[in-house]
């Protein structure tokens, strides 16, 4: 069992910045492929970003390439998204989850592999 919780969320300007954090809890955090997803009013849930256990391979949707970094600290069980020059169109509710992971530098994508999911917070950027 792993227990994500995220924090950071807010009301930002347009071309401002968030960092998001997500903590975790129970089982070895570091054996954990991780993820972002967001979901905005009305649509499915997307992927955003995304990061192998080892830390050393990214992956990102195509519309947050460039302004979005993912990172995580595995001795503080704790994975982050940098996210800068934000845009009306990335309001949403953020997600962080975790799935098991094959190998130190696998990329999960999809939504449906992610086992271990965070309450979510909340990403409001005004025009």
């Known amino acids: 069992q792993v227990q994500l919780v995220e924090s950071g969320g807010g009301l930002v300007q347009a071309g401002g910045s968030l960092r998001l954090s997500c903590a975790a809890s129970?089982?070895?955090?570091?054996?954990?492929?991780m993820g972002w997803f967001r979901q905005a009013p009305g649509k499915e849930r997307e992927f955003v970003a995304a990061i192998s256990w080892l830390g050393g391979v990214t992956n990102y949707t195509d519309s947050v390439k460039g302004r979005f970094t993912v990172s995580r600290d595995n001795a503080k069980n704790t994975v982050y998204l940098q996210m800068n020059s934000l845009k009306p169109e990335d309001t949403a509710v953020y997600y962080c989850?975790?799935?098991?992971?094959?190998?130190?530098?696998?990329?999960?994508?999809?939504?449906?592999?992610?086992?271990?999911w965070g309450q979510g917070t909340q990403v409001t950027v005004s025009s």
């Open positions: 129970g089982r070895t955090f570091s054996s954990y492929a």
């Open positions: 989850a975790a799935a098991l992971s094959p190998g130190p530098f696998t990329i999960i994508r999809d939504v449906r592999e992610y086992r271990y």
